[in-house]
């Protein structure tokens, strides 16, 4: 990690220079991400009620001139019940003590959704059932057919 040479913080993975970069074809623009820090739960002593440690991050999926359309889509579905009927997806940090790895591990977090929602699904191809299993299904029908029968001619013969 670097240090940045206009806010000091250091510069994380997939990060230059105001964009995250999510993969070599992909870059999203700072200024569509909108952070937060809140009070976080959890260790840190008497520092958890002084310091905003915890981030929450807030990403416009549906606004998002970065994304393409079926990347947007995918992510949508993907990221359920963390998209907001907006269609702003909320992450929240808050697995470390501190605001810096906080902020990277939200960020991180966010790169991965969207490098999920970038892979498109594999197409399915109909197939046929193999003999084998066709003749083992109606083997099994048969079967039960067959307990139900007995069953039927056992209760058939007390009326």
């Not at 937060?36 to 260790?43: H, K, N, T």
Request: net charge positive; no cysteine.
């Amino acid at each position: 990690m670097e240090a940045r040479k206009d806010s000091g913080r250091p510069v994380s993975r997939g990060e230059e220079h105001g964009r995250l970069t999510v993969s070599p074809d992909l870059v999203i623009d700072e200024r569509e991400i909108e952070e937060r820090f809140v009070r976080s739960s959890g260790p840190g002593g008497q520092n958890v009620n002084k310091v905003a440690t915890a981030v929450q991050i807030r990403f416009d999926v549906r606004r998002s001139p970065s994304l393409p359309e079926a990347v947007r889509e995918r992510l949508l579905r993907i990221a359920g019940s963390r998209v907001s009927t907006e269609g702003i997806l909320t992450i929240e940090a808050r697995r470390f003590r501190t605001q810096e790895r906080n902020r990277e591990d939200a960020r991180d977090r966010l790169a991965s959704l969207i490098r999920r929602a970038q892979e498109a699904p594999k197409p399915r191809h109909a197939t046929r059932p193999t003999a084998g299993s066709q003749a083992r299904r109606l083997e099994s029908k048969r079967r039960r057919g067959g307990i139900k029968a007995s069953r039927r001619a056992a209760g058939d013969a007390d009326e």
